[in-house]
């Protein structure tokens, strides 16, 4: 069996699903040529970021100031590849730079150090927010201070405001969102990995699952698992790599995604998609789009 699946991110419009299609074809089109696992979830992790209506890449969020954008991303295989970098600015493609770090002798570049590291490579690339970032700022700045919650973000924010523009209040309005690829190849190597714009409210620097080993992702011997939700919820569990365990301890992939669904705090976005050597699959709640493709088949 080869496959490849790809998710949106949680809380994204199912309706969204065609440019997951084009990003596991994309990937797909790699793993039939007899490539490898990690090189085809890049691939395809690329074209969501490209996409601009997911929040990775060039469609991720602004941060609370309306100006700062801090993307995420992480990758690994079952080759021992491993590589990721924390809230990189001016890079289109975050998950291209994750990459190239597994070639270093570390496995996270964070902040300026990742930036510059991009600009050495040949990665740096500036761009402007999309239209759906910037609205969607727009929509949570146009409900500050009303009612209880807002009054709740205001304390909890205002006290650590760390931006360089003067604090605004904002809602409790959290955009979040994640894309991710796992994928299995003709070998037998499982890779997965994830990319990120961040989420909102939240202050500069902040980093959540998307790049943590075995939180935002994992790929081990018997499969590969990606994760997509708030971060907050997912690091404290561990999430990708605990799903990942009970599989290896036999249980069916898609009775452990939905496991990993029930896991999570009930009003929590959450979404997971997973390769094992038999089978691929997602679940979500409430939505996640997704595509995948496994032995030729689109599913």
Known sequence: MIAIIVHGGAGHWPGESDGCLAAAQ??????ASGGDALTAIVNAIVVL??????????GSLLRMDGRTIEMDAGIMDTRGQLGAVAAIQDVANPV???RAVADTPHWML??????EFARAMGLAAAFEASDKAHEAHRKTMTEIAQGDEAKEVSDRFKIFWNFATPWQEAVDHHATGTVGAVALDSE???????????????????????PILGCGYFAGSDAGIAVTGIGEHIVPR????????????GM???QALNCGVELMPPDSDIGLIGVSRREMGF????????????DGEIR
Do not use: K
């Open 110 to 115: 964070a902040g300026r150090g990742a930036y």
């Open 252 to 254: 069916p992939l898609q």
């Open 188 to 210: 037998g190597h499982f890779a997965a990995g994830a990319s990120t714009g961040g989420s909102m409210p939240a202050l500069m620097g902040r980093v959540g699952d998307t």
């Open 49 to 58: 970021e490209n996409d601009g209506r997911y929040n990775a890449g060039r």
């Open 96 to 98: 291209l730079v994750a």
């Open 26 to 31: 994309c990937g797909w089109q790699h793993l």
């Open 238 to 249: 561990l999430l990708a790599r605990t799903v990942y365990g009970w599989l290896q301890s």
């Open 283 to 294: 679940a979500c709640r409430p939505t996640m789009p997704t595509s995948g493709i496994q």
